[in-house]
């Protein structure tokens, strides 16, 4: 059974600064990984996909997915108040249909 | 950008009751998903649903669960009936198709069994 884990459980950066968010899973035939952000009182936002090794950016956030390692991460460049939120990893395995298993979360603070 | 509506908010009902949690989901998706989140702990998965059918259900969804969609209208939730260990949040969710399509998530039903 697809076990997700995610660390650290919270994290506090300045405002500018950047945030490294971790994530490991443990079933090979993972296919899709996605974070997503949740903001209190809301449901579950998606902020990224990553499919393929490597890198992918979009604005500040950079994915980096390694699947021999069973690792994927989150990186937040110049880090602002509004990016404070619970961020969830989330994977989907081959064959399946979209079932997503979510990791616990790590909860991000930007400080001004 | 897409919606994905839950109605309640909240739910407070009593153990042995039904209770029915509905969800408007993406207008044009066809895949339709309800996950449940204990406080504390990790959202997990409970069922998908494509074309009036259960496509998978995790163990989860025990036999007092159902879910149906009658002629397009809200995607439901029953649970009949209520036990405690059902309190939690339940988020709908809803997809354009599979392949790794962004499931977007609604702002969750807080079910509390007493």
Not at chain 1, 73 to 92: E, G, M, W
Request: with cysteine; charged share 15%.
């Amino acid at each position: 059974q697809q076990k997700v884990q995610q660390s650290p459980e919270s994290l506090i950066v300045p405002e500018g600064g950047m945030a490294s968010l971790n994530c490991t899973f443990s079933d090979r035939n993972s296919q899709y990984f996605w974070w997503y952000r949740q903001h209190s009182g809301e449901g579950p936002k998606a902020l990224m996909s990553i499919f393929s090794n490597g890198d992918k950016k979009e604005g500040r956030f950079t994915a980096h997915l390694n699947k021999a390692s069973l690792h994927v991460s989150l990186h937040i460049k110049d880090s602002q108040p509004s990016d404070s939120a619970l961020y969830f990893c989330a994977v989907s395995m081959a064959g399946s249909f979209n079932k997503l298993t979510f990791g616990a979360g790590t909860r991000l603070a930007v400080c001004p | 950008g897409p919606k994905v509506l839950q109605i309640p908010s909240h739910q407070i009902i009593d153990m042995g009751q039904m209770v029915t949690l509905n969800c408007d989901p993406v207008s044009n998706h066809l895949y339709f998903y309800w996950y449940k989140q204990i406080l504390g702990q990790q959202m997990e998965f409970l069922v998908n649903f494509y074309n009036g059918k259960v496509m998978e259900k995790s163990k989860l969804f025990k036999d007092q669960f159902s879910v149906e969609r009658p002629d397009g209208s809200y995607f439901t939730l029953k649970i009949q009936p209520t036990a405690l260990e059902d309190s939690a949040v339940y988020f709908c969710a809803s997809s354009l198709s599979l392949g790794g399509l962004e499931q977007y998530f609604g702002p969750g039903t807080r079910l509390t069994v007493l």
